[in-house]
């Protein structure tokens, strides 16, 4: 039986939560914690922060920490897809939709359903607008962090 373990991290932007089972990465959460985060060490955990704590210093798309996604069919295509966004560049929803033979809402609603921001990179999604939503919201903590990865992303 593999345990699910939590560690908080200090990031640039404030502190992530990265969940693991085994040897999978199961999920980073921007914005919110858990209750109770895991004391124990985790490889895969401990991997993905090497990784993370680079993308932080030189971005970058190099990942090769096992990640297990959950979700339907269409959430999955699309974050494949975004994974495919170049790092500096963004695409709009609309775009995005247009590539996937669908509509630009739904592609918001995979984004928000992603359990892998960064890696899967949902912030380079953006309206024909502005910068569109993150993490559900339009403004507040979200979008300063949204506008923080585009431009570390942008500056590397």
Known sequence: MNIQTHTIIDVPFGQITI?????????????SSPVVASTQSNPTIQKFIRELEAFF?????TWSTP??????DFQQKVWQYL?????????????????????????????????????????????????G?????????EIMVKQWLLEHERNR
Do not use: M, W
């Not at 969940?19 to 914005?31: E, K, P, R, T, V």
């Open 19 to 31: 969940s693991a089972s085994g040897h999978y990465l199961q999920g980073i959460d921007l914005f």
């Open 133 to 141: 939503g993150f993490g559900g919201k339009t403004e507040g903590q």
């Open 83 to 131: 994974r495919t966004i170049p790092i500096g560049e963004t695409q709009t929803y609309s775009e995005v939709a247009k590539a996937l033979n669908s509509s630009a809402r739904a592609i918001g609603n995979a984004c928000h359903a992603n359990p892998f921001p960064i890696v899967v990179p949902c912030h380079r999604v953006v309206s024909k607008h502005g910068i």
């Open 67 to 72: 990640l297990l996604f959950q979700g339907t």
């Open 57 to 61: 210093v030189q971005a970058h798309n």
